[in-house]
């Protein structure tokens, strides 16, 4: 027999536990099951890279377990249910523990973290974290490690390495490109934090790709395609994620890098949306909280309510977890023909504007500056 819901929601990262509250906000009698593969605890993900220097373990982080949050929502939770298909046309989702019916379906399958391709026989045993299950199998794996070796070089991978060098771990660094979080960061502001990790005694080596990683005596060896090699104790890995979005692929709901969806978060079946890091608009996947809440409110709105919120695709502001430089970052979307140009500089307190044709279409700004982020924001972005 399958079990009935108005709405289900798969996932319980933030996305999903989001979209829950929303939904029961707007409607206070929908009987909503939340399905999630994993334990379905709530906790802060971002905390994952500066638990460290915060001296938090992973058993800090958790908010509350996956029958407290449901119990406060009111709603149906079942944890360790993996989401096998899903039938569009009966309405009706296939788990390893049964199956289950709906009226509305809210994808928040999130993401994978990326493994970078390298050759060798320790190359499985490269570490990726994107949730707190493969964080505290990290922390585990860090007890009496000395050195670190960091593959990337982008938002995440920087914050990692400032925090584990807070907690005393060497680190080297291995970039493929030829500064720190250049998709989104002008060189200045990069050049800046770079001395800032110098100091800290990160090892940055820039305009390296790390090709083979074999087991060695003492832990392993990494080659790179520049034919230096470094020994490592622990390799650990942020180069990016992939939507996951192979579920929502096999029941034909339109799919590109991740789950298309409208200015609704609904995709092209109607009655199934998506959320979260797994959600596609405009082109774009978004993978911070601010447009996650957006997304939960609109998506709530046209399920439950007038319709009246809608998503729309805006540049978000990042604040960097980099204690040494604050760092305020609002990349343009799509960083295509522009260019980034020195607005103001104080020191270490820098302003850049990223101008298309003239026009600003983002910034950022390090050092005292950060101040005037959410005003400059709101400048730029309110209609
Ligand atoms: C280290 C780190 C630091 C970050 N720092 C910041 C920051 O400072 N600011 C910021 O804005 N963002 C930050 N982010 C990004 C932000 O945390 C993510 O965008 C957000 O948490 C994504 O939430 P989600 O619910 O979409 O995905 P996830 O958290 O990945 O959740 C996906 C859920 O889906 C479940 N699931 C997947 N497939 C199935 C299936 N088939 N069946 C059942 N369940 C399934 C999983 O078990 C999981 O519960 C950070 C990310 C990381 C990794």
Same mark, same amino acid.
Not at 101 to 114: E, N, P
Not at 210 to 236: C, H, R, W
Not at 308 to 320: C, D, H, M, N, Q
Not at 323 to 346: D, K, Y
């Given at each position: 027999?399958?079990?009935?819901?108005?709405?289900?929601?798969?996932?319980?990262?933030?996305?999903?536990?989001?979209?829950?509250?929303?939904?029961?906000?707007?409607?206070?009698?929908?009987?909503?099951?939340?399905?999630?593969?994993? &334990?379905?605890?709530?906790?802060?993900?971002?905390?994952?890279?500066?638990?460290?220097?915060?001296?938090? #373990?992973?058993?800090?982080? %958790?908010? $509350?377990?996956?029958? *407290?949050?449901?119990?406060?929502?009111?709603?149906?939770? @079942? !944890?360790?249910?993996?989401?096998?298909?899903?039938?569009?046309?009966?309405?009706?989702?296939?788990?390893? #523990?049964?199956?289950?019916?709906?009226?509305?379906?809210?994808?928040?399958?999130?993401?994978?973290?990326?493994?970078?391709?390298?050759?060798?026989?320790?190359?499985?045993?490269?570490?990726?974290?994107?949730?707190?299950?493969?964080?505290?199998?990290?922390?585990?794996?860090?007890?009496?490690?000395?050195?670190?070796?960091?593959?990337?070089?982008?938002?995440? $991978?920087?914050? =990692?390495?400032?925090?584990?060098?807070?907690?005393?771990?060497?680190?080297?660094?291995?970039?493929?490109? +030829?500064?720190?979080?250049?998709?989104?960061? %002008?060189?200045?502001? +990069?050049?800046?934090?770079?001395?800032?990790?110098?100091?800290?005694?990160?090892?940055?080596?820039?305009?390296?790709?790390?090709?083979?990683?074999? @087991?060695?005596?003492?832990?392993? !060896?990494?080659?790179?395609?520049?034919?230096? /090699?470094?020994?490592?104790?622990?390799?650990?890995?942020?180069?990016?994620?992939? %939507?996951?979005?192979?579920?929502?692929?096999?029941?034909?709901?339109?799919?590109?890098?991740?789950?298309?969806?409208?200015?609704?978060?609904?995709?092209?079946? *109607? &009655? !199934?949306?998506?959320?979260?890091?797994?959600?596609?608009?405009?082109?774009?996947?978004?993978?911070?909280?601010?447009?996650?809440?957006?997304?939960?409110?609109?998506?709530?709105?046209?399920?439950?309510?007038? +319709? +009246?919120?809608?998503?729309?695709?805006?540049?978000? =502001?990042?604040? /960097?977890? #980099?204690?040494?430089?604050?760092?305020?970052?609002?990349?343009?979307?799509?960083?295509?023909?522009? *260019?980034?140009?020195?607005?103001?500089?104080?020191?270490?307190?820098?302003?850049?504007?990223?101008?298309? &044709?003239?026009?600003?279409?983002?910034? $950022?700004?390090?050092?005292?500056?950060?101040?005037?982020?959410?005003?400059?924001?709101?400048?730029?972005?309110?209609?």
């Amino acid at each position: 027999m399958s079990n009935k819901a108005d709405v289900l929601i798969i996932g319980s990262g933030y996305a999903g536990w989001q979209a829950a509250e929303a939904i029961r906000k707007e409607n206070s009698d929908a009987v909503i099951t939340l399905l999630t593969a994993d &334990d379905g605890m709530v906790y802060p993900k971002p905390a994952l890279s500066m638990a460290l220097s915060q001296n938090k #373990t992973p058993d800090d982080l %958790p908010e $509350a377990t996956a029958n *407290q949050k449901g119990a406060e929502l009111d709603l149906g939770v @079942k !944890v360790r249910t993996k989401v096998m298909s899903i039938n569009t046309q009966r309405k009706k989702v296939m788990t390893t #523990t049964g199956s289950f019916s709906y009226k509305k379906l809210i994808l928040a399958t999130g993401a994978k973290a990326m493994a970078p391709k390298v050759e060798g026989d320790a190359a499985h045993e490269i570490v990726t974290i994107n949730d707190l299950t493969a964080y505290k199998k990290f922390y585990k794996a860090l007890k009496g490690v000395q050195k670190v070796t960091l593959i990337g070089g982008g938002l995440i $991978a920087t914050e =990692l390495a400032e925090d584990l060098r807070a907690f005393g771990v060497e680190v080297d660094m291995i970039v493929r490109g +030829s500064h720190l979080m250049s998709q989104i960061m %002008p060189e200045a502001i +990069s050049h800046n934090l770079e001395a800032k990790l110098r100091e800290r005694g990160v090892n940055l080596i820039f305009n390296s790709e790390v090709k083979e990683m074999n @087991k060695s005596e003492n832990g392993y !060896v990494l080659k790179t395609d520049q034919g230096e /090699t470094f020994d490592a104790q622990l390799v650990l890995a942020a180069i990016g994620i992939l %939507p996951n979005i192979a579920l929502a692929k096999k029941a034909k709901v339109e799919t590109n890098l991740g789950i298309c969806i409208d200015a609704n978060c609904q995709t092209n079946v *109607q &009655d !199934v949306y998506a959320v979260g890091d797994c959600a596609e608009a405009d082109g774009v996947v978004q993978a911070y909280l601010e447009p996650i809440r957006r997304q939960v409110k609109a998506l709530a709105s046209h399920a439950y309510g007038d +319709s +009246s919120e809608r998503f729309e695709v805006l540049p978000t =502001l990042i604040k /960097t977890k #980099t204690p040494s430089l604050s760092i305020m970052l609002s990349p343009p979307l799509h960083a295509t023909h522009g *260019q980034w140009e020195l607005n103001m500089n104080v020191g270490e307190n820098q302003r850049l504007h990223y101008t298309v &044709d003239g026009e600003v279409s983002g910034f $950022a700004l390090s050092g005292e500056f950060v101040t005037s982020a959410n005003k400059l924001y709101k400048e730029l972005y309110s209609a």
